[in-house]
Nanobody, 125 residues
Framework: QVQLVESGGGLVQAGGSLRLSCAFS????????MGWFRQAPGKEREFVAA????????DYAGSVAGRFAISRDGVKNTVVLQMDSLKPEDTAVYYC??????????????????WGQGTQVTVSS
């Protein structure tokens, strides 16, 4: 069983930065593609970013491309979402997710096998 624990959320002013981290345990980290999703109040959960199991490919939602960066550390078994130039519309609960697949990654939440509990990000204007 995979466990995912997010950290790093908080309150930040517009234009600021936050660094979210997700600690992976329970299985072999390199067997899983990793993704970040978010859910704002009253909205459905949406894709933010994903990275393949070895880190060779990445993808971002259009709304965060150029501002967010996803990376993974195979020694620490963590995946990081660096968020810069934050906007009030980035306010949401951010979730880390793991998908068992040999190549690439999915941008669909239903394809992910394991989820963290979420961390709140609030961006004030």
């Amino acid at each position: 069983q995979v466990q995912l624990v997010e950290s790093g959320g908080g309150l930040v002013q517009a234009g600021g930065s936050l660094r979210l981290s997700c600690a992976f345990s329970g299985r072999t980290f390199s067997s899983y593609a990793m993704g970040w999703f978010r859910q704002a109040p009253g909205k459905e959960r949406e894709f933010v970013a994903a990275i393949s199991r070895i880190g060779g490919s990445r993808d971002y939602a259009g709304s965060v491309a150029g501002r967010f960066a996803i990376s993974r550390d195979g020694v620490k078994n963590t995946v990081v979402l660096q968020m810069d130039s934050l906007k009030p519309e980035d306010t949401a609960v951010y979730y880390c997710a793991a998908e068992a697949r040999p190549y690439g990654f999915s941008t669909r939440e239903n394809d992910y096998d394991y989820w963290g509990q979420g961390t709140q990000v609030t961006v004030s204007s």
